[in-house]
């Protein structure tokens, strides 16, 4: 038994179906596009639109979302005024790269908002935060990074979790990335501690906090990533926060990362 050949389209009836490809493509693509705007703006109205402003201390930030698509990533930065004239500022990154992580980062954020604006030291802080998302029973957790600045006095208190260290220069040529103890990511160990680590800021510098996108990627390790940012804020210790913060996000661009970045760097001069 001979099997018959489907007749072939005409070339009308090809012309239609690429037609409603096309049309089916374009709307896909275009849906595609609206869904990563409508992630990264969430992304983003999550962050702060301000950073606060003393004298003799001042703040500016920088972020790029993911690359990947609809993956918006889990990083924030923020800065805020705390108790007797001083001033908080963190940074961190929530494992997980989608609306989820962005809602458990802005969780985190607002829980370290509210306890850094009762709570002096920034490890009991950090403690404080980690029981909380311990307690919602998430499957996320986040690294993070907390400093309290006092510019009456020029003390700086800072705490780690889990995050990529701080980099700082100062204007007379000290300069350094701030490998303190610290403890594991919030979120991940019942009872874990927060070491503190406490200087003083004299004269003038820069202090650099970030995430691990701007610093890690198939291009290079975090360990070149580092050495490149400390150069930047090296070369430009106690000057213009806004400009050393563009100038730190372009190292991201470099080391081929695909994940999102954030850069905050904050310009102090007590002297």
Known sequence: MTRRRPPRPDSADLLSMLGQLTAQAREGAELHQARVELA??????????????????????????????LEIGGDWYDGFLVAHGAVAFSIGDVQGHDVAATAFMGQVRVCLRALASVIADPGEVLNRVNDVLLAMDSELFATCTLLRIDPRTGEIAGARAGHVPAVWASADGRYGIAEDAGGPPLGTLPGARYEVTRRTLVDAGSIVL?????????????????????????????????ELAAEVLKVADSTGHADDAAVLAIGYDFG
């Open 210 to 242: 970030l995430t691990d996108g701007v610093v890690e990627g198939p291009a290079f390790p975090i360990e070149e990533g580092l050495a490149r940012v400390l150069r930047l804020v090296r070369d430009a210790a106690g000057g213009d926060p806004d």
């Open 40 to 69: 990264e703006a969430l992304q983003r109205e999550l962050l702060p639109a301000t950073l606060p402003a003393l004298p003799g201390l001042r703040a500016a930030a920088r972020y790029t979302p993911a690359r990947r698509g």
